[in-house]
């Protein structure tokens, strides 16, 4: 994904991590005109991962962002667009209180990380990006993908899942989150 302006500049890291306060490293803070170009790269992803998900309406936003606390881990590739870098995707987490099914049908609460929106460009999708950046948020939040609970997820979402981390097995739940098998065995302070 292009933009009239250098994404190297803009996102120094390769993995960029934004919230509420939408600043990507210390260059952007005290920068409106830096934090206005963040804002339009946030919102046409957000757009594109709605139309690749054929949503009526972005569930990400520059606005949504602001007002939510998520975080929205964005990756570059910065070789790319002779080497003005180009935005390559991003995924966009955060902690839900959950009530639950496990696998007796027994109502639990929890509070996991969820996949709330996860996109990759089109043209740069099956390179393995998505997974490159799925493995940087697993680090960066030292949790295993089986621990996450998976918000309304795509078709690819779900072929993703059960290629790199073998999620198949799903716990069938009563609203629009996916967990796994595991999910329950693993969490602390449960039998
Ligand atoms: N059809 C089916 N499976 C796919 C496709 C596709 N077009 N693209 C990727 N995958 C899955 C497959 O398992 C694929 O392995 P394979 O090529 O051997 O079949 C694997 O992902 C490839 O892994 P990566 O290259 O690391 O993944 P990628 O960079 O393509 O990122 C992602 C995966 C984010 C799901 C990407 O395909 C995408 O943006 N899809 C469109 C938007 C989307 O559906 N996002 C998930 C929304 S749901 C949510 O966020 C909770």
Redesign the pocket.
């Known amino acids: 994904m292009e933009f009239p302006f250098d994404i190297n500049q803009l996102f120094t890291e390769r993995v960029s991590i934004l919230d509420q306060t939408l600043v990507a490293g210390r260059k952007s803070a005290g920068r409106p005109d830096l934090q206005a170009h963040i804002a339009t790269v946030i919102d046409e992803l957000g757009r594109a991962?709605a139309k690749?998900?054929q949503l009526t309406a972005p569930i990400t936003s520059a606005s949504k962002l602001q007002s939510q606390r998520h975080q929205l881990y964005l990756l570059k590739d910065g070789e790319r667009n002779g080497g003005r870098g180009v935005v390559v995707?991003f995924l966009k987490v955060g902690y839900k209180k959950l009530f639950l099914l496990d696998r007796q049908g027994v109502h639990v609460e929890a509070e996991p990380l969820c996949?709330?929106?996860?996109?990759?460009a089109e043209n740069?999708?099956?390179?393995?990006?998505?997974?490159?950046l799925f493995d940087f948020v697993l680090q960066h939040k030292n949790l295993e993908p089986v621990l996450m609970a998976?918000?309304?997820?795509?078709?690819?979402?779900l072929?993703?899942l059960?290629?790199?981390y073998c999620l198949t097995q799903s716990v069938p739940q009563v609203n629009n989150f996916v967990v796994f098998e595991g999910f329950f065995l693993n969490r602390e302070g449960s039998p």
């Open positions: 991962s690749a998900q995707g996949v709330l929106d996860f996109y990759i740069l999708q099956r390179h393995g990006y998505g997974l490159e998976y918000d309304r997820p795509s078709p690819k979402l072929s993703f059960a290629k790199h």
